[in-house]
């Protein structure tokens, strides 16, 4: 289930714009905003825009470096998420959860939420999000130097992507794709293999994006790239 926007205010719709607007280039602001998200919602009891602004919350986090703050918060959003059947931030919650959980040393963990988002959103025609925990499951298969499963994940995320209509988040997953996919040849020793990749990495990517993700060269062949 996911909230009827006719019922929730203009300025509060804006408010939520602006935070997933700002995610990824101000998530410093994310703090405030977030909060001043979470005090209308419980003075309002709106339990849809707590789990909203405590998945932010968690996000906002995860950009500072803090991960255990980051799974405190996204804990709180599930548990709203789940009890209220909100299936458009289950999945999110879930490969963020995630990818919180591997970074802290915790294959098994990280891999039980990944799958928990995938089954919820293969349900659904959210193909961005279901090509990103594609993707992190592959990332956490590459990081284990198991390139033949990680591609095999890689193949799969390219495959659903590529059935969104949003021609912009398309091409921010394919970029993705493609530096996984020559990782893992560089991996395998096929550097023919992953320098055809880096190069169609650079076919699409825009100068914007070099500037922004602070990829060159040299880091497009170590990068590991989770996705939220």
Not at 42 to 53: G, M, Q, R, T, V
Not at 184 to 192: A, E, V
Request: with cysteine; aromatic share 12%; proline share 2%.
């Amino acid at each position: 289930m996911k909230e009827n926007k006719q019922r929730i205010p203009l300025d509060i719709q804006k408010l939520m714009s602006r935070i997933k607007q700002e995610r990824f280039y101000h998530p410093e602001n994310l703090i405030q905003y977030c909060q001043t998200l979470l005090d209308y919602a419980k003075a309002k009891h709106e339990p849809y825009l707590s789990a909203y602004a405590y998945f932010y919350l968690g996000d906002s986090m995860v950009s500072q470096g803090k991960v255990n703050d980051a799974i405190n918060y996204l804990l709180d959003g599930i548990a709203i998420q789940e009890h209220h059947s909100y299936f458009d931030l289950l999945p999110v919650s879930y490969n963020l959860l995630g990818v919180c959980h591997y970074t802290q040393g915790d294959l098994l963990l990280g891999l039980e939420y990944l799958y928990k988002g995938l089954n919820i959103v293969e349900k659904s025609n959210n193909y961005i999000i279901e090509g990103k925990i594609y993707n992190n499951i592959g990332v956490i298969y590459m990081e284990q130097q198991d390139y033949k499963n990680a591609l095999r994940l890689f193949e799969k995320c390219d495959k659903v992507s590529k059935k969104a209509t949003n021609e912009t988040e398309i091409r921010s997953n394919q970029t993705t794709i493609y530096l996984n996919y020559a990782i893992c040849y560089l991996g395998q020793g096929k550097i023919d293999l992953a320098s055809e990749y880096i190069n169609k990495t650079y076919e699409i990517i825009t100068d914007e994006e070099l500037a922004d993700q602070h990829i060159g060269i040299e880091t497009l062949k170590v990068q590991l790239a989770y996705q939220r």
